[in-house]
């Protein structure tokens, strides 16, 4: 699983600021190499540096571009080693297509091949310049053209953030496997990788699904499905508070969440707990008669999640005479489980939008098992594709 953050942006504020902000909000995710590309109304110029947010923000300082319109990205290395050439945003070689993507393209050797032949160089180690000589070579003047046919051709993971030099109007997106959720203001539109790039300007957000192609302007939002046919998607309202995302003075956010514990616990049982008991009634849509049916409950998550799930893991053993299996995501998708029917698998994730974590989903669901999501974000791909959801309220 790749952690590379994006952001993207188009409206009325100064690009640049919403941008840099947006990938420090994103610095949780891991990265080694930074850059944003900015939209001037005439030409893309973009900007990459190796290490910090800060080191970019410096060299973004100096140089001063103006425009309303752009993507940023965080690069944690896979196809390539660190450097700025290969950090993100890429582009073909005429600076036509500039894009940001988080995943893994399985196929880039085999479309690299294929490119070459054709005479074309390539600057950098990476996948992600493939996919943006790809988008050159098939695009025909109508971009929703391009991008559904885009997607056949790839294969793997990859969330994109996509400019187009003469289109100084819209960002495209396109989702696969990598999560990617869009904002929509007052004459202004986002996406990011994660909800904390957004909540400073909107709290009225749409998850992608995979498969989905996005077009943002400060207008709105218009989507399509992979075959390019209008979908209307339900919009979510974030209640949180962007400070529950912030580090709140603590210096790093491990030591935030352990003196924050107490609290969210609290926050988390609050309204659950009658006369002594946990009452999720009204929340979950299985019956006791299908609680009474598993024979088996796995756990599986990544991360912290994965601590957590451990600890749960004691409980129920003490609890239930079940059989009780934790399993790291990455791990679980690619193991022989005996899954079936009568398999209750708890997946946790905080955000709801872990790649491996709903990589495991889809193998859960297609064994037949019940699935059940506990994250803390309502709406979120996870949410979505369990059949119960139980909301953390951390």
């Not at 990455?330 to 939008?353: A, C, M």
Request: proline share 2%; glycine share 10%; net charge negative.
């Amino acid at each position: 699983m790749t952690l590379c953050g994006i952001v993207g942006y188009i409206g009325y504020r100064d690009v640049c600021s919403v941008l840099l902000d947006g990938l420090k909000r994103l610095e949780y995710r891991g990265y080694d190499s930074a850059g944003i590309a900015v939209h001037n109304k005439e030409e893309i110029e973009i900007i990459k540096e190796v290490g910090k947010v800060s080191d970019l923000k410096r060299i973004v300082s100096s140089r001063a571009p103006k425009g309303n319109i752009g993507i940023g990205h965080t690069r944690w290395a896979t196809h390539g080693g660190v450097s700025a050439v290969n950090a993100h945003p890429h582009s073909d070689g005429y600076k036509r297509f500039v894009l940001a993507h988080n995943g893994i393209i399985e196929n880039y050797h085999e479309l690299k091949e294929e490119l070459s032949a054709q005479g074309i160089t390539f600057a950098s180690q990476t996948d992600t310049e493939v996919i943006a000589h790809l988008l050159y070579k098939i695009y025909d003047g109508n971009m929703l053209n391009a991008l559904t046919y885009l997607q056949s051709r790839l294969r793997g993971s990859y969330a994109l953030a996509i400019l187009n030099r003469d289109d100084t109007d819209h960002i495209y997106c396109m989702r696969k496997g990598s999560p990617l959720v869009l904002g929509l203001g007052d004459g202004e539109a986002l996406c990011a990788s994660d909800i904390p790039a957004i909540l400073p300007y909107t709290r009225k957000v749409i998850y992608m699904d995979d498969g989905d192609i996005a077009e943002l302007s400060p207008r709105g939002i218009k989507l399509w499905d992979e075959r390019g046919m209008p979908i209307e998607k339900k919009s979510f309202f974030i209640e949180w508070d962007l400070s529950m995302a912030e580090m709140g003075g603590y210096p790093h956010y491990m030591l935030k969440e352990i003196h924050e514990q107490g609290g969210v616990c609290r926050a988390t049982i609050k309204g659950r707990v009658h006369n002594g008991k946990v009452d999720l009634s009204g929340e979950l849509a299985m019956d006791e008669e299908t609680i009474k049916g598993f024979k088996a409950i796995h756990l599986v998550a990544c991360g912290t999640s994965y601590y957590a799930s451990l600890i749960a893991e004691r409980v129920f053993e003490r609890w239930t005479d079940l059989d009780i299996k934790v399993d790291i995501a990455s791990e679980y998708r690619y193991r022989d489980s005996k899954i079936s029917p009568d398999t209750l698998v708890v997946f946790v994730s905080q955000s709801g939008e872990t790649a491996d974590t709903l990589a495991a989903q889809r193998k859960a669901r297609e064994s037949g098992a019940h699935s059940l999501a506990v994250t803390n974000v309502q709406g979120s791909t996870l949410a979505r594709s369990c059949d119960d959801f139980l909301l953390l309220k951390a």
